[in-house]
């Protein structure tokens, strides 16, 4: 048993150790442009924008879906859009954005819906990477589980390591790049482009109830601090929200039933096929506008 | 815990060191062992089915006594009957109840009769059809007294919940498998490894091309209005590459783990798309579950004789019922109904124990004629699986009509062209590396004689990258599970 474990084992330490040693190589060239490298400008933003301030957490819905400029001009509040990706995990976050929250902001949570319908504290290659090409220092926000399910995509990033692609002729994403937010972290790159050819996507799998339980933990904490929140819901296509509307109006419950201040409704940030631009949760132009206004008319009523 | 899964990986070595060198002393230590960690793998898919699982084990168990010490005719039917009502009633409730009760409804329905039906919202309990087939052949084998009742409790429980073929098989039986729980376990360094190369090879098969083909059936499938005939087509054939690499995947790697423990389990596929006609096809494809049939079912019903009649009514009654073991669906009736079609030929014309070899044994390439005649065979699997995979009949009319249209040699409504292409190109490695090994008991298990040790390195290590590599895209469940 001794020689099977030990060749065992000296098969598998060379794979172990290459991918030791590539997931600690600093993030490739190509990797430093992608977007989630905009979390070092967006940490920033929330670290030294004066109060005061107005914090937006999501995924991209939200960084596909807000006009700030439009929302300082109306509230006169300085906006902070931290949204990047929905797969970094609604726990991450929340994790990663309570302890910028100061007394007298107000913090407005989009989460998506799928944020409902899946693993809340599940891995994900965003995740992987932010922690080991953007900063390791965010490995504390991770739960264990969390640590666990990142395992899995740490292969794919160490074997991406290698490709000569990440070093050489890199071309900067029109739409997701580090290059695409603007000052206050919002995606704008796609604000002149033409609408791209996408399929509508139903909300699947199970309401997960513990995602609403870590929301009310980080009302508790955002209270703690004398701030505000208010919840709202993604600007979601319309086909797609058809497909999903019984798991859609499972959230809105969810959230009136624990009393959370509620921006809207669900039904109102149904968006137009015609103001969508590559996935059922990315805003045009005229979508952002269209979902930017909506969310100052209510943001209006409950910050008077 | 899947095969594929992070979990796995911490939980075989775990068990694997304890059943060495912790257990290795005593034989029924190495039994409990095995006993207590199949439990726990199986509790940790819902914990409450744990219980049934138990149930139908001590069940069987207790019936295959009581049958054995019968001393009358009576008493030995009234245990049987009780066992095999009992275990056809658990998979009759949680698998075939509300297809039962629906269909009733619909066919009440159209006879203008209209019934609010009473259906269960319980989820099906992994591995039930499976666990319920070996106590099944336990039990008849038992009655019709070609084995004797197991006496010890551990050894028939891990017959039954053995982990590497507890929730998809391959469906054992008693014959084979409990000799082999009862006999001292020897440590076979070359079986070992074998069993790891047959692992990993099981883990190719599952998550570089099922789950790679898997991607784009999927969304074939669910969006066929969208596509032309000749991308539904391409659908369909990554779902015949999908069913196969994820079933045949998982049997690899369930072989490769059980030898790690010392213990051979039935085959279940032997490179079934290079099969020249149905019948060789049924011989190759989920062996265990045909031998199943033809061993409980066929030849009880009479088999092939009793002349002709006979033998296409019994060759009809397996096929639809074997489509019918698969799922509460009208699909999967089809889908059997099919095959019974397609190996009816061979059945009148009694050819059906034709090739029984392996296609072009001992050569590169096979002649024209068995060209030809996989092909043929081939793609009359393609258009079963539409049945298998669609979500119901009029779907996969509808699917198999587009596809003999216009529209069949045009490719659209393709989002991800490049994906597509890759997994094509990993097809047909994939196609070619099966071709080579095809007289081996799997693919790569004969690289030891015929490649240098180098050359075997670097396929053994690209192969674990490029699993590692896929597998960024998360666990995916094994179709089969569901059965």
Known sequence: MNIFVRKVIGFL???????????????????????????????SLLKYTKSPRIIFVGGSNLSFGLNSQLIKDSLRKNPINTAIHASLTLKFMLDNSIKFVKKGDVVVLVPEYSHFYSDYDRGSEELLRIIFDVNLSKIS????????????????????????????????????????????????????????????????????????????????????????LFVSFPGYQDVSFMKSINSIHRVEM??????????????????????????????????????????????????? | MLFNSLSFA??????????????????????????????????????????????????????????????????????????????????????????????????????????????????????????????????IDIYKERIKAEKN????????????????????????LLPQI????????????NGLKQILWGLFKKIVIADQCAKYANEIFNNSGDYSGGSLFLGALFFTFQIYGDFSGYSDIALGTARLFGIELLKNFSFPYFSRNIAEFWRRWHISLSSWFRDYLYIPLGGSKGGIWSKVRNTFI??????????????????????ALYIMPSIIFNTNRKSLDTVAKGKL?????????????????????????????????????????????????????????????????????????????????????????????????????IILWFSAGGEQQFIYFQF
């Open chain 2, 10 to 139: 911490v939980f075989l070595p775990i068990v694997f060191f304890l059943y060495w060198s912790v257990a290795h002393k005593e034989l029924k230590y190495q039994n409990i062992l095995l006993l207590l960690s199949s439990y726990f793998f199986y509790a940790c898919w819902d914990w409450r089915f744990l219980f049934l699982l138990i149930f139908s084990t001590l069940l069987d168990y207790f019936s295959g006594i009581k049958i054995a010490e019968s001393k009358n005719n009576t008493t030995k039917k009234f245990w049987f009957w009780l066992s095999i009502g009992i275990n056809l009633g658990f998979l009759a409730v949680f698998k075939y109840y509300n297809f039962f009760i629906d269909s009733t409804a619909l066919a009440l329905s159209k006879l203008g009769f209209v019934i609010n039906p009473w259906t269960l919202n319980v989820i099906l309990p992994v591995g039930i059809s499976f666990y319920t087939f070996h106590g099944l052949s336990y039990v």
């Open chain 1, 13 to 43: 330490l060379p794979v172990f150790g290459f991918i030791v040693l590539a997931i600690l190589l600093p993030a490739t060239p190509r990797a430093t442009k992608s977007l989630l490298f905009s979390s070092i400008k967006k940490d």
């Open chain 2, 318 to 339: 397996i096929f639809l019922v074997s489509g019918f073991w698969h799922g509460a669906n009208w699909t999967f009736i089809v889908w059997g109904f099919l095959h």
């Open chain 1, 254 to 304: 969810e959230y009136r039933k624990n009393d959370f201040i509620v921006l809207g409704t669900a039904e109102r940030y149904k968006i137009p096929d015609a103001m969508m631009f590559n996935t059922p949760y990315h805003l045009n132009k005229d979508g952002v506008d269209y979902r930017t206004q909506l969310l100052i008319e209510d943001l209006k009523k409950v910050l008077q």
């Open chain 1, 141 to 228: 926000l991770l739960s264990s589980k969390q640590l666990f399910n990142i395992i899995p995509y740490m292969p794919k990033l160490a074997i991406t390591k290698l490709k000569p692609s990440e070093y050489l002729n890199i071309i900067d994403s029109k739409v997701y790049s580090v290059n695409s937010f603007n000052d206050y972290g919002d995606t704008f790159s796609h604000w002149g482009m033409k609408r791209e050819n996408f399929k509508s996507k139903a909300v699947k799998g199970e309401y997960n109830t513990v995602v609403l339980e870590n929301i009310k933990a980080y009302a508790l904490e955002i209270e703690k601090k004398g701030a505000q």
């Open chain 2, 365 to 465: 390439i096979p002649s024209f004629k068995e060209l030809l005649e996989m092909l043929l065979t081939f793609n009359l699997t393609v258009i079963a699986w539409i049945f298998f995979r669609a979500k119901d009949i009029e779907s996969a009319l509808s699917y198999i009509s587009k596809i003999f249209s216009k529209s069949f040699f045009t490719i659209s409504g393709l989002v991800d062209k490049g994906g597509v292409l890759i997994c094509i190109v990993f097809i047909f490695a994939f196609m070619f590396i099966e071709w080579l090994g095809r007289e081996k008991e799997f693919a790569i298990a004969g690289l030891d004689t015929s490649w240098k040790k180098s050359y075997r390195y670097v396929m053994y290590y690209s192969l674990v990258l």
């Open chain 2, 153 to 176: 409790f551990i050894d028939y429980s891990v017959f039954v919940s053995f982990f590497p073929l507890l929730v998809a098989g391959p469906i054992e039986r008693a014959t084979h």
């Open chain 2, 182 to 193: 009862q006999r001292k376990r020897i440590f076979d360094y070359a079986k070992l490894v």
